[in-house]
């Protein structure tokens, strides 16, 4: 049994998360960029993605909070000391590709144009909360 978990948390992409923290970087705190991160938020919608589920990650880019938090990270400022012109353009794109996704989910888009502007969205949004 243990060994059917391993395997199946290796597939999925799981590791240990001890060799994963990164216990001295500093990473971007601001409460727009929390809220939209949130597991109410976007976890619904990349889980979808995630698992090929593109009626339901459509369903979810058109919730009305999704499209609040996204309003107010792309009217927020990024913090003091992660103001770069990498981070900018990544949250320019990020917000983007998002509205893209909501876009085509509420023009019924094909199901891989609205999986490929919300994962565009999700590598931009990566870029903005990577550590320092």
Do not use: H
């Amino acid at each position: 049994m243990l060994v059917l978990l391993s395997l199946f948390s290796f597939s999925l992409g799981c590791s240990d998360p001890a060799k994963e923290m990164r216990i001295n970087e500093e990473y971007p705190d601001w409460p727009e960029l929390k809220a939209l991160q949130s597991d109410e938020i976007l976890m619904p919608i990349g889980t979808a993605v995630g698992f090929g589920d593109i009626k339901t990650a459509k369903a979810e880019l058109k919730n009305p909070e999704f499209k609040l938090a996204l309003d107010a990270f792309e009217s927020s400022q990024l913090p003091s000391g992660y103001d770069s012109e990498e981070r900018s353009a990544a949250k320019e794109k990020a917000v983007k590709q998002f509205r893209e996704a909501i876009q085509l989910a509420e023009n019924n888009g094909s199901n891989d144009a609205v999986k490929e502007a919300f994962e565009e969205g999700s590598a931009a949004l990566r870029v903005v909360a990577a550590p320092k």
